[in-house]
């Protein structure tokens, strides 16, 4: 790789390719980083600059980059069959498989799956599936889809409704008609009630009070991510899902998990629900199931929904060209074989799960730390002003961005969530690397503590 290569790609970058979520001003300001290679944990950019991936792609590489069995599972279906879908009564032995193999794997009560491409197609999918499902009961009212502020289920026109963040919808006019956002359970960054239990209680609470408000016979669904994940790693307090739980089953609503980053692993269980102990009817899926090898996204369809799709449904008028894409689903069969052989879900259980948590609860001692939790192999800090009061810098100093950008620097890769910093580290991490990832944390976190001008220990 030479310099001239690097100038190239930046500047037909700059002129040519539109970015997700990306401000184009400031990016051509700052010029972009060309990644061009990667192995295990390790990325590195056209300069040669080595990265510890601690973000695993976008939640999904969980296994890390150059897993050969993924490239060969790839290879031998684009030779035998490229393509094929399963529209008109076709169907083919990958998706078939595939769905199989999901099944197994999932809470008892999942017998089915409908495929999509990413996340955002998946949550789409659940708009459909349960306005559907009550239309079929007869009870067309349901309509009403409860999520909450600050998640996000993706981008597309119907998951950016899903999804509780106002700057997406003020750009596009959403959210689209029948969706309602009740408070997160985010006791640090929201709450004056001091109790993080009381708290949960009392978030989980306002889906009782949004049922009553529209009328429980006007409402399909509440969905929920098990930990919010792009919102800034947020944990409920134990007492949130069983709360939430009682809830739905009270008004007999329709519980949808978003598993898109919690699936596979994440939680050291197959599905984050089963970690909190959550009774879905539906989680869609998407990153973890290929390890982000191939898109393939889907909803997990539990029989209380499924049963009365098949047994009562005409066509349901929802699908795409890609759905259960061959290619996508053999990755995706080779990625949870190798989750199933090699016990890695249980090996995360056992070792790397809690010496994750050790090592990240250490960073809560460093002056810039107001809090720092992790639940499975996600991670996140909250940077402060002031230790003792939950006190935030002012947004203008953009601490959570300085923070990221030390720790690139330092060679670590750690996302900004405003001044939330967070990670989701691949499963294949070894002590050494778990060591790295907090090192170089701490050291990023010293240099924007010198950069902010903080008193240490203040
Ligand atoms: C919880 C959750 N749901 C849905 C999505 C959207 O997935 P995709 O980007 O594959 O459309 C994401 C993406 O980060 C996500 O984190």
Redesign the pocket.
């Known amino acids: 790789m030479n310099n001239q290569d690097l100038q190239r790609w930046q500047e037909l970058d700059r002129e040519h390719f539109l970015h997700p979520f990306t401000d184009h001003r400031e990016l051509a300001a700052r010029g972009t980083r060309v990644i061009t290679r990667a192995e295990g944990a390790w990325l590195w950019d056209a300069t040669g600059h080595r990265l510890l991936d601690a973000m695993s792609g976008?939640?999904c590489v969980n296994l890390g980059y150059g897993r050969q069995e993924l490239v060969a599972a790839a290879t031998q279906q684009l030779q035998s069959l490229p393509y094929y879908n399963s529209f008109f009564q076709c169907t083919h032995p990958p998706a078939i498989e595939l769905a199989a193999e999901l099944c197994a794997i999932a809470p008892p009560g999942f017998n089915r799956v409908f495929f999509t491409n990413?996340?955002?197609?998946?949550?789409d999918t659940v708009i459909r599936l349960v306005r559907y499902y009550w239309s079929l009961l007869g009870k067309p009212d349901r309509q009403l889809i409860i999520a909450r502020r600050n998640a996000?289920?993706?981008?597309t026109v119907g998951?950016a409704s899903l999804s509780g963040m106002p700057w997406m919808h003020a750009q596009a006019g959403l959210p689209i008609p029948g969706i309602l956002h009740i408070e997160e359970p985010y006791w640090f960054g929201q709450t004056d009630i001091e109790d993080p239990e009381a708290f949960g209680r009392h978030v989980a609470g306002q889906l009782a009070a949004a049922i009553e408000n529209a009328g429980a016979d006007k409402v399909a669904a509440f969905i929920a991510?098990p930990v919010q994940?792009?919102g800034g790693a947020i944990m409920p307090p134990a007492s949130y899902w069983p709360e939430i739980q009682r809830i739905c089953d009270h008004y007999g609503i329709l519980l949808v998990a978003?598993e898109?980053?919690t699936g596979f692993g994440r939680l050291g269980q197959w599905f984050g629900s089963q970690h909190f102990g959550i009774r879905p009817d539906l989680m869609?899926f998407?990153?973890g199931v290929t390890c982000g090898y191939q898109p393939l996204?889907g909803v997990m369809v539990g029989d209380r929904v499924a049963e009365v799709l098949v047994a009562q449904g005409g066509e349901f008028f929802h699908g795409f060209t890609y759905s259960g894409h061959p290619v996508a689903c053999a990755v995706a069969r080779a990625n949870l074989r190798i989750l199933r052989e090699e016990q890695i879900i249980a090996q995360l259980q056992d070792r790397l799960i809690p010496a994750f948590a050790r090592r990240w609860q250490k960073l809560g001692t460093h002056p810039l730390v107001g809090e720092a939790r992790s639940v499975g192999l996600i991670g996140a800090l909250e940077l402060v002003s002031n230790k003792s009061g939950r006190q935030r810098f002012p947004k203008a100093l953009k601490a959570g961005e300085r923070c990221r950008d030390f720790c690139i620097e330092q060679g670590l890769v750690m996302r900004a969530v405003g001044d939330t910093m967070i990670v989701a580290p691949p499963f294949i991490l070894d002590e050494a690397q778990l060591d790295e990832l907090v090192d170089k944390a701490w050291r990023a976190l010293d240099l924007t503590q010198q950069a902010l001008g903080v008193a240490a220990g203040a």
């Open positions: 976008l939640w990413s996340g955002s197609e998946a949550n996000y289920h993706g981008s998951a991510e994940g792009a978003d898109v980053i869609s998407a990153k996204g």
